[in-house]
């Protein structure tokens, strides 16, 4: 390989030169890398949309699940505070009665009907079990 010496003006012109040429590959990178990050944004926008509308459609079927959620919550409420207070003074009625007051049942041959029926609704209500007029 041969050497070349250029003198003053020609060797600034060549390292000019180059130095253009340099910059001119350097810029036409950065273009085509812009380029195609600007694609590649577009298509991440057309998805994320895609999403967006997907969301914003769930959002709306969820907001109105739970207001139908808390539309049947507030019923079940409102039934149990009717409830509630019978509930509460059947227990207190139960627990009212006391040995004497069975033995005394018991002592009947046939107690009269709605003496019976509240006798079986007190066992089925302390023996936790179901029988067949508390199911009605």
């Known amino acids: 390989m041969q050497a070349v010496f250029l003198e003053g003006a020609q060797s600034l012109t060549l390292l000019s030169l180059i130095g253009s040429w340099r910059s001119q590959c350097v810029c036409d990178c950065l273009l085509q890398a812009t380029a195609t990050l600007l694609e590649q944004v577009t298509v991440d926008q057309k998805e994320a949309e895609s999403?967006?509308?997907?969301?914003?459609?769930?959002?709306?079927?969820?907001?109105?699940k739970a207001a139908e959620t808390q539309a049947l919550a507030d019923e079940a409420k409102a039934d149990l505070d009717l409830a509630l207070p019978a509930l509460n003074a059947a227990l207190d009625s139960l627990n009212a009665l006391n040995k004497g007051d069975i033995v005394e049942i018991k002592s009947m041959l046939k107690p009269p009907p709605l003496v019976q029926m509240t006798m079986e609704v007190g066992i089925c209500m302390l023996l936790h079990a179901c029988m067949p007029f508390c199911c009605v």
């Open 51 to 64: 999403v967006r509308a997907t969301v914003s459609k769930e959002e709306s079927e969820v907001k109105a």
